[in-house]
């Protein structure tokens, strides 16, 4: 079941129950008449648990905080949100050594929330950070190793890499370093994981677009 609001965006909740969709509903059409700050946690706890909820979650939490906004001028759930993030990063070790795959789908719902929330049509500057730091963590050996934390780091960079670059041109430059020192030293990686690694560091520096020889070469590989 997708369901639908007046701009008929569709949001994938059919792993919700039956009490929660009706709660995500009416947070999207009426927010006043619900509770905002366990909207956000219930956004968040699913989203620790369900890698394709945690990739489009963004859309919904800012269609949510459009709706509140504009029918009331206030930012309960966007301060529900960014409170609950907070303390999901401060306990980002322990999330990763207790649920590898939660790590991964944090990483994936914050890099979300990065790329569809905006003030004064600027990304959030509060999230950069948080950001960058997450994913110099699945640049480190240990994630490399880790053939889901390399796919998450790279498809992280194909969706918000460019924004967080002009934030921040020093810290991707820094990221950078890792992902080839990575590369360069492929003792663990597999060779997907190679292969992805080298991926993103042509992609960026083609000024973040694949190029159709590169399109060609790594899918064809991929498909192999």
Known sequence: MVMGDPGREEYKIQSFD?????????ALKDPGAVDLEKVANVIVDHSLQDRVFSKEAGRMCYAIIQAESKQAGQSVFRRGLLNRLQQEYQAREQLRARSPQGWVC???????????????????????????????????PDSLSEEEEVDCLVLQLHRVGEQLEKMNRQRMDELFVLIRDGFLLPTSLSSLAQLLLLEIIEFRAAGWKTTPAAHKYYYSEVSD
């Open 18 to 26: 039956a009490e929660t969709q009706q709660l995500l509903k009416t």
């Open 106 to 140: 944090y990483v994936t719902f914050i890099c979300n929330i990065f790329d569809y929330l905006r003030v004064n049509n600027m990304p959030m500057m509060a999230l950069v950070n948080p950001v960058y730091d997450c994913l110099f963590r699945l640049a480190q």
